[in-house]
């Protein structure tokens, strides 16, 4: 799997990003940047921090990747996505501060 990735979302995912765009735009365009550098340079990209992310599982047992919408700052933002379902596809299914 290489970039560029087709990215894909859940209802839930949607759900946040909308209250985000309304309530922080700031954060939004942090999201969206992420989005972007996942979508065009993959999740090696160096300032994503890609890593697995050991608590959860995705709806098919996949594993569940995190990478930063944030760093260093108190509640920094993270968001979690999953391979599929199809091999070039990135689906998102959440973002929100680091638990």
């Known amino acids: 799997m290489a970039p560029p990735f087709v990215i ?21 365009q942090k999201i969206l940047k992420t989005v972007r550098l996942l979508r065009d340079y993959g999740p090696s990209y160096p ?7 050991q608590s959860l599982t995705g709806p098919r047992s996949e594993p569940v990747w995190e990478v930063y919408v ?6 920094a933002w ?5 391979y599929g379902p199809n091999e070039d596809t990135i689906t998102l299914v959440m973002v929100g501060p680091h638990p």
């Open 8 to 28: 894909s979302t859940v209802p839930a995912f949607d759900a946040v990003l909308a209250a985000v765009k309304r309530d922080d735009p700031v954060k939004y």
């Open 47 to 53: 300032s994503l921090q890609t890593h697995k992310y």
């Open 70 to 75: 944030e760093n260093r700052v108190p509640g």
């Open 78 to 82: 993270r968001l979690w996505w999953v």
